[in-house]
């Protein structure tokens, strides 16, 4: 007797979660640890893969980064959970057919878009968003047929956090460190055969105020192929240890940052030269990069005492064959969900969804489409602990929608005519298995399939 005929899920507490990042895996862990055993959820994902950013965003040198995913498949593997990976919110799935089934929906869908620099230039070619080349180095399929020009001797990367080290470390692994590693294959034939010698990594402001995690900073040392280079004179303009908002990592930055300066050269063919105190003011070249004028900033303090940076009167310009700006992410709007424009996050409380007339009754958001994009894979853990919270107080008090109650069955039907190329878990199951095989006779984790044909090839086979 089928599923839909005699369960009618009367007793079911349903949820949709959007995104299976970090965010909506541990939102959903949280659910399944913390709630009654009637609450079910369904975890929906628009690329076949799982996982967000630890599969597409974690540099692929970072293996160990990436085995959290072994917390989340524990998650995916439970009873009370079905995945539904290929289906896109907005273009398969619209809010009105989630109100249809479910009582819940958390919105996990990250912050997907490049920040732009909005400096002269920044069209010209050879000017690159690290969101393309982290996606592209990853096997992103949004990313995999964008090309990337590495055939002159300097780079330049903008930003003062890990992702734009990730970008710096990425241009200088030699082929041995790439090919141990699940780097995308388009991405290690090109990166392993980069011209690029020198990366300069360039932040507005000083060593203090930058948002490097220690380990990232340490890591830029130990480079098989690259000197880490700073500048002395650069770090004494920032007046260090005078931010009174330096924090214990900023600090710890500053005495690392110190030590490189202190170092001797080594003689290793590439440099990778963490520069401060500088803004891109324009990108030149004709059609393409060919050089950069910054401006040399300042430090001020504002009001409440944190410093700031303010261009000088000094610029200077650096020859450069490719610029790549890593300055930030921010969110997209979903269809029907309320944006809020100026923080480029989803408009919330505490995580609960808030429109014109205020909370909006059984939605939620958590991790970077809730609080904008920053923090660790770990503080989405935390950050899900809240948007659960406020969802099991509202589960409680009967705020939640009421759908017509839905039998399991009858429920993926209808999703599976909303896209009929759902991928289930034990599809990602075989796609997994596939690219580990792949990957094992190379000594690499695994070889990522890249195309969503691919992929969907991969989850039939049995
Ligand atoms: C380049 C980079 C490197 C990083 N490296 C590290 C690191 O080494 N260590 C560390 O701790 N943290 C790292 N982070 C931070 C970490 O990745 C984030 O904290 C975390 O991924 C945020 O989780 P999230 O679930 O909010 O978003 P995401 O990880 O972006 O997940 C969002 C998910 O939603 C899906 N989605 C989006 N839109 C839709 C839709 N319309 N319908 C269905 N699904 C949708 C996406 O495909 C994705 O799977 C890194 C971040 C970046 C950008």
Redesign the pocket.
């Known amino acids: 007797m089928s599923d839909a005929t005699y369960d009618t899920g009367d007793a079911r507490v349903r949820v949709a979660i959007?995104?299976?990042?970090?965010?909506?895996s541990y939102t959903a862990g949280h659910l399944l640890r913390h709630s009654a055993p009637e609450l079910h959820i369904d975890l929906?994902?628009?690329?076949p893969t799982?996982?967000?950013?630890?599969r597409a965003?974690?540099?692929p040198d970072?293996p160990k980064?990436k085995s959290v995913d072994r917390i989340f498949e524990r998650t995916a593997e439970h009873a009370r959970l079905r995945y539904f990976g290929n289906?896109?919110?907005?273009e398969h799935l619209t809010l009105e057919h989630l109100r249809q089934h479910y009582n819940a929906i958390v919105y996990?869908?990250?912050?997907?878009v490049d920040r732009a620099m909005e400096i002269p230039g920044e069209d010209l070619d050879r000017s690159y968003a690290?969101t393309d080349f982290?996606g592209w180095y990853n096997g992103h399929p949004d990313f995999r047929d964008l090309e990337f020009d590495l055939r002159g001797e300097r780079a330049i990367v903008v930003g003062a956090g890990?992702?734009a080290l990730?970008v710096a470390r990425m241009l200088l692994l030699t082929r041995d460190e790439l090919a141990s590693t699940d780097v995308a294959d388009h991405a290690l034939e090109v990166l392993a055969a980069s011209a690029i010698k020198e990366v300069l990594v360039v932040a507005r402001r000083g060593p203090e105020q930058a948002a490097f995690t220690n380990p990232e900073l340490l890591e830029l040392g130990e480079l098989s192929a690259a000197d880490v280079v700073v500048d002395a004179a650069e770090l004494a303009l920032a007046g260090e240890g005078h931010d009174p908002g330096a924090d214990a990592t900023a600090r710890r930055n500053a005495e690392i940052l110190q030590e490189y300066a202190a170092r001797p050269l080594s003689g290793k063919p590439r440099r990778i030269v963490l520069r401060f105190l500088l803004s891109p003011l324009a990108l030149e070249g004709s059609g393409q990069v060919e050089s950069v004028t910054l401006a040399r900033n300042e430090l001020y303090a504002e009001s409440d005492g944190s410093l700031r940076a303010r261009a000088t009167d000094k610029r200077v310009t650096v020859a450069a064959h490719a610029v790549f700006r890593a300055i930030g992410?921010r969110g997209s709007a979903?269809p029907g969900v309320p944006f809020d424009q100026h923080r480029s996050v989803i408009a919330n409380e505490g995580g609960r969804v808030l429109g014109e007339e205020g909370v909006r009754p059984g939605e939620y958001v958590?991790?970077?489409?809730k609080r904008g994009?920053s923090?660790?894979?770990?503080?989405?853990k935390k950050d899900a602990n809240e948007t659960v919270d406020r969802l099991l107080e509202d589960l409680a008090a009967g705020r939640l929608l009421a759908p017509a109650p839905i039998g399991d069955a009858a429920l993926e039907a209808f999703i599976r005519e909303l896209q009929p190329a759902v991928v289930d878990y034990p599809g990602w199951a075989r796609i997994d298995r596939h690219e580990r095989q792949l990957g094992e006779s190379s000594g690499r984790p695994r070889v990522k399939l890249t195309r969503i044909a691919e992929m969907l090839d991969a989850a039939k086979q049995k």
Do not use: C, K, Q
Not at 44 to 47: A, K, Q, S, V
Not at 108 to 112: L, R
Not at 366 to 369: L, S
């Open positions: 959007i995104g299976s990042g970090p965010a909506g929906f994902e628009r690329l799982p996982w967000g950013l630890v965003g974690v540099a970072h980064i289906v896109d919110f907005g996990a869908v990250g912050t997907p690290a982290v890990n992702v990730d992410y979903l958590v991790g970077w489409a994009p923090g660790v894979i770990g503080t989405n």
